[in-house]
């Protein structure tokens, strides 16, 4: 149905929770009428059970999960060692001759703030994150002076974009001067089609209180399809396809080593490019694909020593889409044993979820959650066979993180998200308990265990174990403090998952669906809630990107821009149904593309 295929990628930007403040933004309460007008029964689409309660909660739900697309294919994936050296010498080489045009003083402010954002565009701009960073703090002092007579709408938008990714926040009343007097876009800008398709993008970095960016994302999506749909077009053809590809998913809905892959192959189509920028980022990428190659061989080796798919035939056998879970974070070759451990321990969590959803009785939902909330197992205590298997599996693999960080001085990170298994553990039970119940709970309630088990605090955490580069305890404290950026992140996910996965936990009889309680509680029909929804995210997006932008003063970048790019990998699983568990088709495709071809140099 049209509903469940619905994308989470459209509008992202910002927004502002506060502690007693409803998940529904109360501009769209005051004109949400849904709870106020009953529907008529025979509109609803609410599933609840039709088992008595008795039954449901000694049965278990009939589960099956497609098997893993990849196997163990990436085991026979040979590497040459030497080529691999070869491509970090030729990178160290050329790492001079591109910083020397990022730091040219012929440049002006203007031509380096483009070059900034072509290098982030083309995936490279991590080697000179100083650089830029000390380029950008000192333009921002004079930013208005550097605008003040731009009229190329291009021009503005990529400066907008820089700005914001990095912390500053540039002011939109900057895209005023592309408004007429009615106060709207003027639609002469519609014959710009490059600098259509960059406001586009950055229309996703606007905040709530910035209806002019909602304003520019509308103007643009309409003329942009326009353009795509119509029979002829005096924009190139790569062009054409750079635009169709946004319109799909937008750049700040999409992960960056996935934006770098595609903007590589539409930079190399335009007139004019920079031979040198351009062969560094095909070495570039060529090299984190050899890093992600052998990343995944590592995982496949691990997993297939754990032999969990075949003593626990109902889990999801995900070693390839775990990894791209790693990546989503962190691309950079500096984060490889980061993206091993998000890996892994993704894969050793959904073993624990899969249980919960997918297998366990009641009773037995409650004996795992009393042995995860003591963190052991003693070899006298009386389990059946496959409880066991779950609990040695997840303290043995969490046990082995954390022997491999303690000689880094890093243990207290793998503790930390121990700690906080504990609590996402008693929220999988309660699901468990409606599910196996058949209750359909209302969304207000759904959503206080929902928001748990979206786990964002416990996915950031999972990152920041291989995160070498930062203060561990630090990043912990901040993330224990209950950040307003991390709850906007919960929303996000638990919606974009609901939404996708409705049909699957549906038909295994998981009716404790977001979608289904929205449903209930508002006497709505699937496409209402759908709708209503999808409003709470865009809400929520807006959020991300304001605590982003406000929180760099009192946050480390390198732990902010983790978070911001969690939201960007719920668009790319979640924006047809969901990626992560049937990932054939659109997520098979992104992962061909990244760790299967890499880019021909000539």
Sequence with gaps: MEATRMGFGGLSVPLSLTPNLSLIPQRLLDKHNLSLKPV??????????????????????STYFSPSLWGDHFLSVSLDHAEFVELE???????????????SSQSSDKEKIRLIHLLVSLGSSYHFDKEIQDILKHSFTKLDDIIVEEDDLETISIMFEVFRLYGHKMSCD?????????????????????????????????????DIMDEALRFTR??????????????????????QNSLYIPRYCNI????????????????????????FAKLNFNFCQCHYIQEIKTLTKWWKDLDLASKLPYIRDRSVESHLGGLGPYFEPQYSLGRIIVAKTIMIIVVADDTYDA???????????EYFQRLNIGADDKLSGYLRIVL????????????????????YSVKQVLERFKIIAKAYKQLTEWARKGHVPTFDEYMKVGLVTAGMGDYAGYCFIGMEDINEKEAFEWLNSNPLLIDA???????????????????????????????????????????????????NKKVVVEEFMNSHDRVPRQVLLRCLNFARLFDVIYTEGDGYSEPKGKIEHFMTSLYVHPIPLS
């Design 489 to 539: 992140l919960n929303v996000l996910f638990r919606i974009a998952n609901d939404v996708g996965t409705y049909e699957t936990e549906i038909n295994r009889g998981e009716v404790a669906n977001g979608l289904n309680c929205y449903m209930k509680q508002y006497g709505v029909t699937k496409e209402e809630a759908s709708r209503e929804l999808r409003k709470m995210y865009i809400y």
């Design 392 to 411: 040695e599996s997840v303290f043995k693999v969490m046990g082995e993180i954390e022997q491999e960080m303690s000689p880094k001085g890093r243990s």
């Design 40 to 61: 008529k029964i025979h509109h609803l689409v609410c599933v609840r059970s039709t088992k008595s309660s008795d039954d449901l909660e000694t049965s278990r739900p």
């Design 89 to 103: 010498r030729e990178i160290e080489t050329m790492k001079p001759l591109v910083k020397d045009m990022l730091m």
């Design 359 to 369: 297998h366990a009785t009641i009773p037995e939902a409650t004996v795992l959650t």
């Design 174 to 210: 900057a895209f005023d001067r592309f408004r007429g007097g009615d106060g709207r876009f003027k639609e002469s800008l519609a014959k710009d089609v490059r600098g259509m398709l960059q406001l586009f993008e950055v229309a996703h970095l606007g905040t709530l209180s910035e």
């Design 222 to 243: 309409n003329h942009l399809e326009s353009l795509t749909s119509g029979n002829v077009s005096s924009a190139s053809p790569h062009i054409l396809k750079h635009i």
């Design 256 to 279: 960056e080593v996935l934006v770098a892959r595609e903007y590589i192959s539409y930079y190399e189509q335009e007139e004019g490019y920079n031979e040198i920028l351009l062969k």
